[in-house]
Every structure is written in structure tokens, then in C-alpha cells.
């Protein structure tokens, strides 16, 4: 049950992040969790668990002035 002050983002991120992952790894797709960024025209790519930190070390570089491609 979503709490009374839940927004239409935490709903997204619920069932985006959460739900549709556990649903395609249960109808066998494969399901990754990861970050891209490029660092000087090459791909740095980060694959891990949900909460392994991929998306702090990519918001890092990014704030670093590298360019963030995508993030889970």
C-alpha cells in the first residue's frame, strides 16, 4: 500500500525499478542493472545488484563533467 504523500515519481520508480524487473526475470528476459557514462568519447558501463552503487558512481563522474548516457 503506497503512503498517503507518495507521488507520481515514487509510483514510477516502484513500479519501474521494482516491479517490471522481478516480472521479466520471472518470464526468463534477462534483466540488468546498470550505469553508463562516457569518459573521453570511450563507455564506462557499471553492471550490479540494485544498491551496489552504480548510480552514485555514475552521478559522481557526472559531476565531474563526464557525460551520463543512461542509468539503470
Request: aromatic share 4%; hydrophobic share 45%.
Amino acid at each position: 500500500e503506497l503512503e498517503p504523500q507518495a507521488t507520481a515519481a515514487d509510483l514510477d520508480h516502484i513500479l519501474n525499478d521494482h516491479v517490471a524487473p522481478r516480472i521479466l526475470g520471472h518470464l526468463g528476459w534477462l534483466v540488468l542493472h546498470a550505469s553508463a557514462v562516457d569518459i573521453g568519447g570511450r563507455l564506462a558501463l557499471f553492471l550490479g545488484q540494485s544498491g551496489a552503487g552504480k548510480s552514485t558512481l555514475s552521478a559522481s563522474l557526472y559531476r565531474q563533467g563526464h557525460r551520463l548516457l543512461s542509468d539503470d
